[in-house]
Nanobody, 115 residues
Framework: QVQLVESGGGLVQAGGSLRLSCAAS????????MAWHRQAPGKERELVAQ???????NYADSVKGRFTISRDNAKNTVYLQMNSLKFEDTGVYYC?????????WGQGTQVTVSS
């Protein structure tokens, strides 16, 4: 059974940093596109960052230059380094895996940025 387990969320002051991790129990992890989405209170879930199986990355405009997504295929883990955090980055961050139209979601980790 596929599991995506996020960790690293928490409370941080504006301007601070957090590093999220997502450990995936999934066969052929290296072949999956991995991503982080977030959902702020009262808003729809949105894509934050994505990394393909060949390492290409894509970011939401709101996080470009501040967030970095990376993956370690040997550890079946994807990371999201978040720097210069802003109040509007607050939300639940979800790990996402996709291959051939099949998608999986983690249960999410809360990130709260205090202004």
């Amino acid at each position: 059974q596929v599991q995506l387990v996020e960790s690293g969320g928490g409370l941080v002051q504006a301007g601070g940093s957090l590093r999220l991790s997502c450990a995936a129990s999934i066969n052929a992890f290296s072949r999956y596109t991995m991503a982080w989405h977030r959902q702020a209170p009262g808003k729809e879930r949105e894509l934050v960052a994505q990394i393909t199986s060949d390492g290409r990355t894509n970011y939401a405009d709101s996080v470009k230059g501040r967030f970095t997504i990376s993956r370690d295929n040997a550890k079946n883990t994807v990371y999201l380094q978040m720097n210069s955090l802003k109040f509007e980055d607050t939300g639940v961050y979800y790990c996402y895996a996709m291959r051939w139209g099949t998608t999986y979601w983690g249960q999410g980790t809360q990130v709260t940025v205090s202004s």
